[in-house]
């Protein structure tokens, strides 16, 4: 069955070339033009990853992000014209997986769904746990547990915590850690990497002004405690 993507963007014209290239990629195409819609859509349809314009009529995409948020886990790429690093990284912060600015080609937007989707399958996942302290990683059924209890993260944050987790004590920059979250690294993006940092932190109960497990490097990035 094709995956199920929902496009949602005011602008008719540029949803019909998202919508040509990706069904040409073989995905199933919803679509929406405000961010009433764009709910009902996503409620009615259950996408399995959403292409979301900040900028929309009847209500922000920020504030879509955020309500989709509090229901699921679901990928959410959000394509905007905003050039503000703030914008972005509030987007971020709500939890969206990637972040691509007009304008762009359609080309690298599929680019970029398959690559969030094939994170969101596992496809490459090994299967083990990864344990440290008191945060466990059950990578093959893509569940993480902290003191016990289960927390949910998106897909990218998911990938980050793997990823710095696996490699104790080594320090990565932010483009190196978003190369490894989303198998391309683009110029200009790698502040979002403290987006995702933060949104982890605050998940996994680690205190950013005294971390236990997520410890930045000043100067370079980010690095996992070498906790036992």
Do not use: C, W
């Not at 504030?63 to 971020?92: F, H, Q, W, Y």
């Not at 969206?96 to 600015?101: F, M, R």
């Not at 093959?140 to 104790?168: C, G, R, W, Y």
């Amino acid at each position: 069955m094709s995956k199920k993507i929902l496009v949602v963007d005011d602008e008719k014209k540029f949803v019909n070339v998202l919508r040509a290239y990706l069904e040409q990629a073989g995905f199933a195409v919803v679509t929406a033009y405000d961010g009433k819609s764009a709910l009902a859509a996503f409620r009615r349809e259950k996408p399995n990853l959403v292409l979301l314009d900040l900028n929309l009529p009847e209500m922000d995409g920020l504030d879509v992000a955020r309500t989709i948020r509090k229901e699921s886990n679901v990928p959410i790429i959000m394509l905007t014209a905003r050039v503000e690093e703030t914008d972005r990284l509030i987007g971020l912060e709500l939890g969206a997986d990637d972040y691509v600015l007009k304008p762009f080609s359609p080309r690298e937007v599929v680019a970029r769904v398959r690559a969030v989707l094939r994170r969101v399958e596992g496809e490459t996942a090994p299967v083990e746990i990864l344990r440290a302290g008191e945060i466990e990683m059950d990578l093959t059924k893509h569940v993480v547990t902290v003191q016990d209890e289960s927390i949910d993260l998106t897909p990218t944050e998911f990938d980050l915590l793997v990823a710095l987790m696996k490699n104790p004590g080594r320090a990565f920059t932010r483009m190196q850690l978003l190369d490894l979250v989303q198998g391309e690294a683009y110029a200009g993006y790698e502040r979002t990497i403290d987006a995702h940092i933060k949104n982890l932190r605050q998940k996994i109960g680690d205190d950013p002004k005294q971390p236990r497990y997520l410890l930045t490097v000043f100067g370079i990035g980010y690095k996992f405690a070498e906790v036992a």
